[in-house]
């Protein structure tokens, strides 16, 4: 079995890359590796793979950026899959929520009757889901990493993110 970072193959590097873009652990990364290819690697050592974090930043530049590209894609790829789960649809969950209700009213169940109605109601108003957030215009949030920031620059993107006012610079 191949130890370490330094050994994984190409393909290994892409996958521990991929598991990282479907928000899987450094843990659950390794243990990955090892199931799928034989091959050992420890969570930290798996962490070099995931290019937002800043053990990459030691990679190769121009395997870095494959791997970035990488990243991105199975994250757009991953998080656009939820579209294809039937739950994921306020329709479904309401139809499955409906039928619930006539179950337990036609059980004469009147406490789950009602606390199928609430689920309803909790759902019609979303406070059952977690809303999707957006930047400015409906456009989709912008990331910045934060480990490529000088100390000033993040101070000052985290008060305008406050809605504070820029400190004046002192020296």
């Known amino acids: 079995m ?8 190409d393909n290994q590097k892409v996958r521990a890359t991929q598991l990282f873009a479907q928000f899987r652990t450094p843990k659950e990364v390794a243990e990955a590796l090892k199931e799928e290819f034989g091959v050992e690697i420890t969570p930290p ?13 030691d990679l ?19 998080v656009a899959a939820v579209e294809a789960v039937p739950m994921a649809h306020k ?9 619930a ?9 009147v406490v789950l009757a009602l606390d199928t109605i609430e689920r309803g109601k909790k759902e019609m108003d979303g406070t059952l889901t977690r809303h999707e957030h957006s930047g400015p215009g409906g456009n ?7 480990n490529t920031m000088t100390p000033e620059q993040a101070r000052a993107e985290l008060l305008a993110l406050l809605g ?3 400190e004046p610079v002192t020296h």
């Open 2 to 9: 191949a130890k370490g970072h330094g050994r994984l193959a």
């Open 45 to 57: 050592g798996a962490l070099r793979y995931d290019p937002t974090k800043r053990m990459s930043h």
């Open 60 to 78: 190769p530049e121009k395997l870095r950026a494959r791997l970035t590209a990488v990243y991105e894609a199975e994250r757009k790829a991953y």
């Open 91 to 99: 329709v479904v969950r309401m139809a499955r929520i409906e039928k």
């Open 101 to 109: 209700y006539q179950a337990a009213d036609q059980r004469g169940n």
């Open 140 to 146: 989709p949030m912008q990331y910045q990493d934060v």
């Open 164 to 166: 504070r006012p820029p």
